[in-house]
């Protein structure tokens, strides 16, 4: 009777169905319900998310999901951002492009992350796809504006373009002028990455004139304020904006135009930019400010007096991005005004100074803890910090989802105690029972790891660094941590014992990274023989790992789960011990 | 030493590696050990040895007892319940623990100096001017800071660098540049500079040399191997990550 049931449905009314179902875990359940289901599910399958692009080929993906039109990549680890992945490492996303210009004529979205991204992939992605929508290239590099060019002529339909925090070889901003005449459907727009001197600010005025759909614009640093006003007016429409350059001399009519253009947005959320910010400009602001639920200065390099009077202008603030001038004095006022506060984020602005230039301390997030319930983000670079702190910050704010913590100078003690920060950062994954990403930093032992290992059972992403004392603290995250995906792992006294001893751990993670540690080289090839689900990639850019003894620690090692087995574009550097295990065999 | 897998290992290097049984490993169960809500230490129980080795850093673990009644497991006491690890196995104490065996090596091979080295190493790789990636700003944040924080600076100026006494440096994005012929070398800031045409630029007017001569210059460096290469034969991210000065030699011919 049952198996009746599930035949009864006809194809079309089951794919319907399927198409209410949009998360990737849901789908990927629906897939493994009966063979039928499968089948059906894969054929209309339309997004496809692969957080590591060499766990699976472009093949595989191709073979399985054939009618995909959006897909979403990312390639390089993420302590790429802080150059510890050298150069060449990988990450090319053209393959991948060359295999779906085939595949997927009807390819509508392509997101990268942390990939290489050339002029070529760009004009085959331009000549590929008829359909092309979206194009996000999230902190990616290795293409000019020659590629932008090629998009921008080629795409008739193009909605959105998104280079955010990506690296262009800008080599000139003719590029905006190639959008024809008849493109008239951009939905958002980031070139807030590209250095030129020269953006074309006539294309980029006629630009937004003719597009009426224009939610999202950001502007690179090069354009001046006093351009700001025209783009505004012609794009009253916008809900974020990212301005370029908000600095000039004071003028009363310069002003007074920005002011009326900035209130004539009346849909305006979201406000980024802001480099070189001259403070007698920000109360251009202020019309719009109590509507603004997410800003970003954190290029601003204004002192807290001015943040302390723009932001209590903005009660209905959501997220806020900050550079440490504004200080504790700043944060406790963003504590009493903002009390909708979700996400904040607070940078330093000399971050290899020895001395500390302002008066930040964690007495600044102790009040946003304390002022702000909803507050579920945290990224805060500081120079000291106190287990009371963490502990108190910890029962105020029970919802944290992500928390990560850089106190600038390794392995510092709390500042009161001088002990380590491990009850501090205990009480963070005991409370917040819902965190999915944490970054220790400061003095800690492996009992930090204990907590961890004990409360983390949420905890998707960690990141460690010159923490622990042993192989234990290691053992204990890998063994209690269930829902860990990614970890990342730098000059910490970890070696082969506790990731032997958990090897099959690392198949239900994505990925983890240990640089600076102390895993021996022979351990990583005994993973690599014994675990073939895995990459096990060794990276050494001074000598071959296998020219010194085994015993010898590797200087950095990247694992993730794959079903496409070790890759192909590996450079010099970069040794697969799937490979040193066939030479040895 | 073979694993329970049934599988024997290759030869035994020169250091042997300790092995595991990888199957009892993963099963261990660390719930059982919270019956309580006292965060007590055998979570997971170390034999005598290891109690030295989590002592490597000589933090006082039983001060942490701020913890949350945790109190009484912190302390290295605890550490003598029954091995986790098997006591037969020769676990060497405290610096040693990278050294597996107690055969003497050179001093170059010996593991414990490495990871030595390696933390410290990571300063001297990037030529002393601090950890590489700590913190842990992105590349163009970095940037951002070199400002005059009064918001009137429109190209970035960098203030005076050096601090070379093991502690951070300021990270200089500025480069020596010299030209053929000229014996005073100037320098010059990488940091606004995002292609090869903008540099030339710059450089041009630097040395005064006219858009007419501009055919006459060839743009070279020196990179961190010391080795001569012209500077457009790379691409631009190769030659900003490893050169270390930039030379103008004359073209012949």
Not at chain 1, 115 to 137: G, P, Q, Y
Not at chain 1, 518 to 535: D, E, I
Not at chain 1, 548 to 563: G, N
């Amino acid at each position: 009777m049952q198996k009746e049931m599930a035949y009864s449905f006809p194809d079309e009314v089951l794919k319907h169905v399927f198409s209410f179902i949009q998360s990737d875990k849901d789908r990927n359940a629906v897939s493994l319900v009966c063979k039928s289901w499968y089948e059906i599910e894969r054929w209309c399958r339309r997004k496809v998310f692969i957080g590591n692009c060499y766990a699976v080929s472009p093949r595989m993906v191709i073979r399985r999901f054939p009618e995909v039109r959006s897909i979403e990549l990312k390639g390089k680890p993420h302590f790429a951002d802080f150059n510890l992945v050298p150069d060449g490492w990988g990450g090319y996303v053209l393959q991948w492009i060359a295999e779906m210009a085939g595949a997927y004529p009807w390819l509508g979205e392509i997101r990268l992350k942390r990939m290489v991204v050339t002029d070529e992939s760009l004009e085959l992605i331009a000549k590929s796809f008829k359909n092309f929508k979206v194009l996000v290239l999230f902190s990616c590099e290795g293409f000019s504006t020659d590629g932008l060019a090629a998009i921008a002529a080629s795409c008739k339909n193009l909605r959105e373009l998104d280079l955010r925090e990506s690296e262009v070889d800008d080599l000139s901003g003719h590029w905006l002028a190639q959008f024809p005449e008849t493109c008239t459907s951009l939905v958002s727009l980031n070139i807030s990455c590209l250095g030129s001197d020269e953006v074309s600010f006539s294309a980029l005025e006629r630009l937004v004139d003719r597009c009426p759909n224009l939610r999202s614009l950001q502007l690179n640093r090069a354009v001046t304020l006093d351009k700001i006003a025209n783009i505004l007016r012609r794009a009253p429409q916008l809900v974020d904006f990212g301005t370029g350059n908000y600095a000039a001399e004071l003028q009363p009519d310069v002003f007074s135009n920005l002011a009326g253009a900035f209130s004539s947005c009346k849909e305006l959320k979201s406000l980024s930019g802001f480099w070189d910010v001259v403070p007698a400009y920000l109360p251009a602001l202020y019309s719009i400010c109590p509507r603004l639920t997410s800003l970003n200065l954190s290029y601003a390099t204004i002192q807290s007096p001015d943040l302390i009077k723009l932001v209590s202008h903005c009660p209905r603030l959501q997220r806020l991005l900050v550079l440490d001038y504004v200080e504790d004095s700043g944060l406790e006022e963003l504590a009493s005004s903002c009390k909708d506060l979700q996400e904040l984020r607070v940078f330093p602005s000399d971050p290899f100074g020895v001395e500390p230039n302002v008066s930040l301390t964690e007495q600044g997030l102790v009040a946003v803890s304390l002022g702000c319930p909803k507050l579920q983000s945290v990224l805060y670079f500081c120079r000291r910090m106190s287990n009371a702190a963490l502990v108190t910050i910890a029962q105020n704010c029970p919802n944290l989802t992500r928390f990560r913590l850089c106190i600038i100078e390794p392995k510092t003690p709390d500042y009161l105690t001088l002990d380590p920060l491990d009850a501090g950062f205990g009480a963070i994954v005991e409370h917040c029972k819902d965190l999915r990403r944490l970054s220790l930093s400061g003095l800690l032992t492996d009992h930090v790891f204990e907590y961890i290992g004990t409360y983390g059972k949420k905890l998707e992403m960690l990141s460690v660094a010159f923490a622990g004392d042993s192989d234990l603290g290691l053992h204990h995250v890998l063994s209690g941590c269930e829902s860990l995906r990614k970890l990342e792992i730098r000059d910490c006294p970890f070696g082969d014992k506790a990731l032997l001893a958990n090897a099959a751990k690392l198949e239900t993670m994505r990925s983890l990274w240990m640089s600076s540690c102390a895993v021996s080289f022979g351990a990583c090839k005994l993973l690599g023989q014994k675990m073939p689900k895995l990459n096990v990639e060794v990276i050494d850019e001074t000598e071959p790992p296998d020219s010194r003894p085994e015993s010898y620690p590797v200087d950095k090692l990247y694992i993730y789960k794959s079903v496409a087995g070790p890759r192909f574009d590996m450079p010099p550097f970069v040794w697969s011990m799937d490979e040193a295990v066939k030479i040895l065999h | 030493m073979e694993l329970q897998l049934g599988l024997a290992l290759p030869p035994p290097p020169l250091i042997p590696i300790e092995t595991f049984d990888l199957n009892s490993y993963g099963n261990y169960e660390t719930r059982e050990a919270l019956g309580t809500n006292a965060l007590s230490w055998p979570l997971l129980k170390l034999g005598p040895a290891d109690n030295d080795i989590n002592n490597i850093h000589h933090h006082n673990s039983s001060s942490s007892s701020s913890s949350s009644g945790g109190g009484a497991g912190c302390k290295k006491r605890s550490f003598d319940e029954a091995p986790f690890f098997d006591e037969k196995r020769n676990v060497p104490k405290t610096l040693h623990l990278l050294l597996w065996t107690n055969q003497p090596n050179d001093e170059d091979d010996d593991p414990s100096n490495v990871l030595h080295e390696n933390s410290s190493s990571a300063i001297f790789k990037n030529d002393g001017e601090g950890l590489v990636g700590w913190p842990p700003v992105k590349t163009w944040r970095k940037k951002v800071h070199h400002q005059i924080p009064n918001g009137g600076a429109e190209n970035n100026r960098l203030p005076a660098v050096e601090n070379g006494i093991g502690g951070r440096a300021s990270k200089s994005t500025y480069v020596k540049v010299k030209m053929e012929g000229v014996p005073i070398a100037r320098k010059i800031d990488l940091s606004v500079h995002h292609s090869f045409e903008g540099l030339t630029n710059t450089l041009m007017r630097m040395f005064g040399i006219s858009d007419g001569n501009r055919k006459s210059f060839k743009l070279t460096y020196q990179d961190r191997e010391g080795d001569r290469l012209l500077a457009e034969d790379v691409p631009w991210r190769t030659f900003i990550r490893s050169l270390k000065c930039l030379k103008l030699i004359r073209s012949r011919g």
